[in-house]
């Protein structure tokens, strides 16, 4: 049929796949910014007291910043697997609808 309309199921289905594939990764990340520690070849001399402070300033909102972008993929990946799934249902029942009218569907 020309000029029909339809979702784009198998798009939806790698987009969710490749922010599915990047979340670990990222996850990862979050999880090393958590070893990182201050110390005197880290923060200098002068402030390896300060060491676990320094840590708590510069890896804390990383590490919020990049856990929250791992946790916003995995939902964007659930969100598109959502839509293709209710496309496809969409699309088979309105197959099925057009079916039992007597018309054709592709």
Do not use: W
């Not at 199921?9 to 201050?38: C, H, M, N, Y």
């Amino acid at each position: 049929m020309s000029g029909s309309f339809g979702a784009q199921t198998q798009a939806l289905a790698t987009a969710a796949s490749a922010f599915q594939s990047q979340a670990d990764p990222i996850l990862q990340q979050a999880q090393r910014l958590e070893t990182v520690k201050g110390t005197a070849q880290t923060t200098g001399r002068d402030y390896a007291a300060e060491g676990d402070a320094y840590h708590e300033v510069i890896t804390g909102p990383l590490n919020t910043v990049v856990r929250s972008f791992g946790e916003t993929c995995l939902k964007v990946s659930a969100a598109l697997t959502q839509s293709r799934q209710g496309y496809e249902g969409a699309e088979a029942s309105g197959s099925a609808a057009l079916r039992s009218a007597g018309g054709q569907s592709q």
